[in-house]
């Protein structure tokens, strides 16, 4: 895949599942033997990436992500993409309850594409800053 193509598959993904917490763009694309090796304890296949989607909208259903940087490397077909988001605390999330609060997320994905699908992910994200807004 070119350049373009590689960018439009991250960036359909950012807007898809982090925008809109779509939870069909999974089946959508990513490949059926995807492996997510940031699990965060969920499965590591599209159910548990789903599951993982399902999980942060019903915690933050107004969580909207914007990406601050985006990286292609045309010769491994990965995408890297910085990203920072908000969403109003409305439901528990890392053992905590519902707090009302905007809190503000930062962290970096990578993608590896293959074919128009994603078939890998890597993920990155302070969990203790997190934490530390919902307490």
């Not at 809109?20 to 089946?27: P, W």
């Not at 930062?106 to 919902?134: F, P």
Request: glycine share 10%; charged share 30%.
């Amino acid at each position: 895949m070119n350049r373009d193509e590689l960018e439009q598959v991250a960036i359909r993904w950012v807007v898809e599942g982090w925008q809109k917490g779509r939870i069909a763009m999974v089946d959508e694309l990513h490949a059926p033997n995807f492996i997510d090796h940031s699990t965060a304890g969920r499965r590591a296949d599209r159910e548990g990436f789903k599951e993982g989607i399902r999980g942060l909208y019903e915690a933050f259903p107004d969580f909207h992500a914007q990406i601050t940087d985006l990286v292609v490397d045309t010769t491994r077909s990965r995408v890297a993409v910085r990203w920072t988001a908000q969403g109003t605390h409305r439901g528990e999330f890392m053992g905590c309850a519902s707090s009302g609060r905007v809190i503000t997320f930062a962290g970096i994905e990578v993608i590896h594409i293959e074919r128009g699908l994603i078939t890998e992910r890597w993920g990155e994200w302070n969990g203790e800053d997190i934490l530390r807004q919902l307490s």
